[in-house]
């Protein structure tokens, strides 16, 4: 249990929760406003899935380089606390997205490529070693069904719980872009508007821009062809 305004559900290779969760700090630093940064994790989500025959290549070892990094967030959260793991989660969101460098997807679940991170951070190389560690995922997996607990199954990432214990809880908000800082506000505003009220059950529209981050080459500022354009982030529906 936390004292968290927010409980924020991600898996660090997906990019709308990069991106929501730039958002979610934008708002953070401009109200007095604690989030608690928790674990989904993609490729458990679609373990029943034949990702050869749903998903374009490399979609399989990206989500599992999602889950070997959830498993060295889990185990910085066992040592070092819960406030790590947004730092954390931030560096690990700056190198997979805000560059146009992009390594191999497999690379990403590496030990190599999470003690050049923890290091930047300033956490022990040591902990890297959990990318190894299977049995993390019972954790993970038992954070993944929290989340989905709260909003049915047919989700992908973010999730996001206002007011937790009792408040509402919804996939989303799924975003392309960053707002500005006065545009961040406004939105959640909105946001937490519709989240304080039972009722609410979903918005949604399917085309939708590509993100604007380097890792695909769109940048800040510069609008993306819309599409019905998901990235394989999300879990497949049934």
Same mark, same amino acid.
């Given at each position: 249990?936390?004292?968290?305004?927010?409980?924020?559900?991600?898996?660090?290779?997906?990019?709308?929760?990069?991106?929501?969760?730039?958002?979610?700090?934008?708002?953070?630093?401009?109200?007095?406003?604690?989030?608690?940064?928790?674990?989904?994790?993609?490729?458990?989500?679609?373990?029943?899935?034949?990702?050869?025959?749903?998903?374009?290549?490399?979609?399989?070892?990206?989500?599992?380089?999602?889950?070997?990094?959830?498993?060295?967030?889990?185990?910085?959260?066992?040592?070092?606390?819960?406030?790590?793991?947004?730092?954390?989660?931030?560096?690990?969101?700056?190198?997979?997205?805000?560059?146009?460098?992009?390594?191999?997807?497999?690379?990403?679940?590496?030990?190599?490529?999470?003690?050049?991170?923890?290091?930047?951070?300033?956490?022990?190389?040591?902990?890297?070693?959990?990318?190894?560690?299977?049995?993390?995922?019972?954790?993970?997996?038992?954070?993944?069904?929290?989340?989905?607990?709260?909003?049915?199954?047919?989700?992908?990432?973010?999730?996001?719980?206002?007011?937790?214990?009792?408040?509402?809880?919804?996939?989303?908000?799924?975003?392309?872009?960053?707002?500005?800082? &006065?545009?961040? $506000?406004?939105?959640?505003?909105?946001? !937490?508007?519709?989240?304080?009220?039972? +009722?609410?059950?979903? %918005? =949604? /529209?399917?085309?939708?821009?590509?993100?604007?981050?380097? &890792?695909?080459? $769109?940048?800040?500022?510069?609008?993306? !062809?819309?599409?019905?354009?998901?990235? +394989?982030?999300?879990? %497949? =529906? /049934?």
């Amino acid at each position: 249990m936390t004292d968290a305004d927010l409980n924020f559900y991600f898996d660090p290779v997906c990019p709308f929760a990069w991106l929501t969760s730039t958002w979610v700090r934008q708002v953070a630093a401009q109200r007095d406003y604690a989030v608690d940064w928790r674990f989904i994790s993609l490729r458990l989500l679609n373990a029943h899935i034949d990702y050869d025959a749903h998903f374009p290549p490399d979609y399989e070892a990206g989500h599992t380089a999602g889950l070997r990094l959830l498993r060295v967030a889990g185990r910085v959260r066992a040592e070092h606390g819960r406030a790590a793991v947004g730092p954390l989660y931030e560096a690990f969101g700056r190198h997979i997205f805000e560059t146009e460098e992009q390594p191999d997807p497999a690379v990403r679940g590496s030990r190599e490529y999470a003690v050049a991170i923890l290091a930047e951070v300033g956490l022990p190389a040591a902990l890297a070693d959990a990318v190894d560690d299977e049995s993390a995922d019972a954790e993970i997996q038992a954070e993944t069904d929290e989340a989905l607990a709260l909003t049915g199954r047919d989700v992908g990432t973010p999730i996001l719980h206002f007011r937790p214990p009792e408040g509402v809880a919804f996939f989303g908000p799924v975003i392309s872009r960053r707002p500005s800082d &006065a545009e961040a $506000v406004e939105l959640w505003d909105h946001v !937490v508007a519709l989240a304080g009220f039972p +009722g609410f059950a979903e %918005l =949604k /529209r399917s085309l939708r821009e590509r993100p604007q981050l380097p &890792a695909f080459g $769109v940048r800040s500022g510069e609008r993306g !062809v819309e599409e019905d354009w998901h990235g +394989g982030s999300r879990r %497949l =529906k /049934r």
